[in-house]
């Protein structure tokens, strides 16, 4: 069954950069994850925010080389899973060794409920989210392969 998403897009045009962010069930889960991705990293910006020729939203914020883009598109696959169930403790320190982690790095599993609901509403993907490690205000730190 065919259905409409909505993906972010972070965009550099200074850098040429565009870096997929997410995607959503609507725009407005988008917008939303875009914000609550500042909220963790502790930014706040004043945005413009316009409709593109295209229908996309772009979001800009500190000057015109940086925006993000929420662009729609029908697929047929799901959207990522935001559910989990936390990992057992033996699981985690089993992963904490494997990866080396210091006493101030933490698994997605290890850190606050508020702080593992505010990064699937901004990755939209538990998978996503479980690929990082983070300090403990919740902001990646650095992407691992599982």
Known sequence: MTQTVYTNYWISKRDGVRK?????ASEEDALEAIKVWWELKGESY????????????????????????????????????????????????????????DDHSYLFDELGEPYRDRLIRAMGDIQLARSFTYNEEGVPIERFKD
């Open 20 to 24: 997929e962010h997410g995607t959503y």
């Open 46 to 101: 004043k945005t413009d925010i316009y409709r593109t020729n295209t229908g996309a939203l772009e979001i800009a914020y500190i000057d015109d080389n940086y925006f993000y883009r929420i662009e729609s598109h029908e697929t047929d696959q799901p959207l990522p899973k935001k559910t989990y169930r936390l990992k057992k403790p033996g699981e985690v320190e089993s992963q904490r060794a494997q990866l080396n982690l």
